[in-house]
Each structure stands twice: as structure tokens, then as C-alpha cells.
């Protein structure tokens, strides 16, 4: 059971899916109220929300598909709300949905994985890449694997983690999710694989490859409930603060606070 927060608030639940149903029970679980709920249906085009709909909702939370994050955002900006976005697939809309919050002065928080696992994961992970980079010798790849219902391949943590091995590794230029029919792959090439299959809530693994060892390291969320848990503290986060922020704020304010406070 997830204890009560301190603060109570009013919350906008944007999607109301395999996601926006876990939200909502942790939300209510931690005693916060749920002002309006929203899905396809009732929010085409960000049509469902307005600050009537809204009434005392202090911060919504989207749990959507990638197209329906910037109609969604602009409407919420609109009526001075801010969002936290676990939607993934939206990267080419970022600047515009960024621009919109800054110019509103409302807040957002986005991160395309919200289990703090995941985030203790990254830093993991890029301190491998760090290690594995002084040594040499090794061949690096990812593997992500997800329920077959998820709509973007590979998602958008993958993503994340690619570009932060390419960022770090010194041989390899980019990353690719395909393989090149009839010749072998590249070896500046980052291998990023994806499995879709069953209902898989999502395991990210990173494989070091030597001539003589490997090395795996590898996260798995057991359900969807960590990353509910995560959006609902982001939001509680965000309720009065404006600006673009992503998890990694949210983390390294709490563990600056935690440090003031001991
Ligand atoms: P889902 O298909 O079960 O649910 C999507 C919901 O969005 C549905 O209820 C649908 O009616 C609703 N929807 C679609 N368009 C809408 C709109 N314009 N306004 C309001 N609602 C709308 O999907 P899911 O498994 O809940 O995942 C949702 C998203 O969250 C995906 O992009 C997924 O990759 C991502 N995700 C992120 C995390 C994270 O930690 N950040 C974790 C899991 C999933």
C-alpha cells in the first residue's frame, strides 16, 4: 500500500489505459482526488481540455499516444495547469510542446520512464559506458523487451539509452534498431534489439560482449505499478512549479533536500 502525501491535491488524468488506471488507483491511494478523467473519446484534439473541465485540478498527468501530447499540453497550458508526460513517441513534437509550457509559464515533467529503478538504471548503465570505453576491447548492444500492445520500437527509454551509450562510447557513431539485410552490421554501429510479445511490462538489458567474458546488466519492472507510483510523486512535484523539468530534477531535488534536512 502506498502511504498518504502530505498535500492532497486535485489531478487531471489524461488517458485512461493499461497507465492512466494504475495512476489513478496509486493517486488515490495516496488520497489525492481525481477532478476529470479523460480518453480518445472525450479529448480529441485536446478538445476535453478546459478550465471548466479541469475546475480545481492543479496538475494533469498523461498517460496517452505520442500524437496526443502537444494538443494535449497547449490545452492544459491554455488553462494554466501543468502536466506530467509518461507518454513516449513524442520527440518530434519536444520543442513545440517545451515552447508552449515556457510561454503559459506552467510546468511540465517528462520522463519516458517513470520507475526510479530505471533511473538508478541510467546512471548504472553510463558508468559502464564509461569503464567499458577506458578498457576497450568489448562490443556493447541493448536489448528492450515489452508487452506486444506498445505502439513505439524501440520505446522511448531505449531511445534514452542508446543515445547515452553512443554519447559515451568512443566506438560507436550511432545507433540502429534494424539490421542490414544481407551483410553484417557495422561495427560503430550501436545493435539495439526489440522484442514485443505478451504483456511483458518492460525489461531493458545492456550486453558488453568480450572475446573471452560478457557482462549483462539488466533491469526488468516486475508490474506497471512503479512507474504509476513515479508519475503520481512528479506530480505532486510539479503542483506549483513552472518550467521544463525531467525525473532526474525531481531526484536530485528530494536527495538535496533529504541532505538539508539530516
Ligand atoms: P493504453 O493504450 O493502454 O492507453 C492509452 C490511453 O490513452 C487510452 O485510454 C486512450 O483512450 C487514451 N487516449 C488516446 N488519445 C487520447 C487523447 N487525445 N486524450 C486523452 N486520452 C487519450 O497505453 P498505456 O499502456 O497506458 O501507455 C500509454 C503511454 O505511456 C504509451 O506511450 C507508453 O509507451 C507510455 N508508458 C510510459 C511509461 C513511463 O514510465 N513513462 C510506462 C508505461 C507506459
Known sequence: ?????????????????????????????????????????????????????????????????????????????????????????????????????????????????????????????????????????????????HHRHKADHPGGTARRLAESLVARLGGKRSWDASLPPGEPVDPETLQVAVLRAGEIPGTHAVGVEGPDDRIEIRHEARSRRGFARGAVLAAEWLAGRSGVFTLDDLLEDDMTTRGRDE
Open 1 to 145: 500500500m502506498t502511504p498518504k502525501a502530505p498535500n492532497p491535491i486535485d489531478l487531471a488524468l489524461f488517458g485512461a489505459g493499461r497507465m492512466g488506471r494504475e495512476v489513478e488507483a496509486v493517486a488515490l491511494e495516496r488520497g489525492h482526488r481525481i477532478a476529470l478523467r479523460l480518453d480518445r473519446a472525450s479529448n480529441p484534439d485536446g478538445a476535453g481540455i478546459t478550465p471548466e473541465a479541469l475546475g480545481d485540478a492543479r496538475v494533469a498527468i498523461d498517460f496517452t499516444t505520442g500524437g496526443s501530447v502537444l494538443p494535449n499540453v497547449r490545452a492544459a497550458a491554455a488553462a494554466g495547469i501543468g502536466v506530467v508526460v509518461g507518454t513516449t513517441g513524442w520527440d518530434a513534437d519536444r520543442e513545440a510542446v517545451e515552447t508552449a509550457v515556457r510561454q503559459a509559464g506552467t510546468g511540465l515533467l517528462h520522463a519516458p520512464n517513470f520507475s526510479l529503478g530505471m533511473l538508478l538504471f541510467m546512471r548504472i548503465v553510463d558508468e559502464a559506458a564509461r569503464l567499458v570505453d577506458g578498457v576497450g576491447g568489448y562490443d556493447v548492444h541493448l536489448w528492450e523487451a
